[in-house]
């Protein structure tokens, strides 16, 4: 389980330091309590699935892109070149 990632995504604009990578290193500085670790652990399926639907976004918006460059006749390597990007 990463705290760091859970906290960072699902309690935006909270304060908190975390000592290490343990959650009894968490320290809230935020108003209200801290999440527990239960409830840490039960958000971590739900981060990871959120992670893994971004990752794969990104592998499809680039599959379209680049169909939509074959369907103009320019290929991947002619934009990168174009625009000093990498393929």
């Not at 699935?49 to 390597?77: H, M, P």
């Amino acid at each position: 389980m990463d705290i760091t990632t859970i906290l960072t995504r699902k309690y935006p604009g909270k304060e908190w330091t975390l000592n290490g990578d343990d959650y009894s290193g968490l320290v809230w500085h935020s108003d209200g309590k801290a999440p527990t670790k239960a409830e840490l652990e039960k958000l971590w399926p739900t981060v990871q699935q959120e992670i893994a639907d971004e990752a794969q976004a990104r592998i499809d918006a680039k599959a379209s892109a680049v169909a939509k460059l074959e369907a103009l006749g320019l290929t991947v390597e002619e934009v990168s070149v174009a625009f000093g990007l990498e393929a």
